[in-house]
């Protein structure tokens, strides 16, 4: 690999691999993992004993109008939402507990607000 040592992606990288180290899904408790881009937030539930995902979510398939989002605005009022559809989509499936899996990201802004949507609507991390 030719990259340099302190880059954002590679620092993000070490962070995502340490992580995924201490945090593993199963059928009964999945793992949450949060993937942020510039334009969105893809959210997915991960069985990693199966290796399958369980239910996911795009944000770019998300409404906001309408939606009781307090006082975020913008992306973090897109990863609220999106948040609190993911966790609805899986009470429908019975799952109630799952772990959170940052992948290296700091946890504030859309990743907090994904967070506190899906705790909202009724997931325990």
């Not at 199966?50 to 605005?73: D, F, L, M, P, R």
């Not at 994904?114 to 991390?125: D, N, Q, T």
């Amino acid at each position: 690999m030719n990259k340099k040592l302190n880059t954002r992606q590679a620092n993000r990288e070490r962070r995502r691999v340490r992580v995924r180290a201490r945090v593993s899904g199963t059928a009964e408790c999945p793992r949450l993992n949060v993937f942020r881009s510039l334009t969105g937030v893809f959210l997915q539930l991960i069985d990693d004993e199966s290796g399958k995902t369980v239910a996911s979510i795009n944000s770019k398939k998300v409404v906001v109008k309408g939606q009781e989002v307090g006082e975020k605005k913008g992306k973090t009022a897109v990863s609220y939402v999106s948040g609190k559809l993911l966790a609805e989509k899986a009470l429908a499936l019975g799952i109630k507990k799952v772990v959170f899996d940052r992948a290296g990201y700091k946890y504030h802004g859309r990743l907090a607000a994904v967070a506190e949507g899906a705790r909202e609507a009724g997931l325990k991390f």
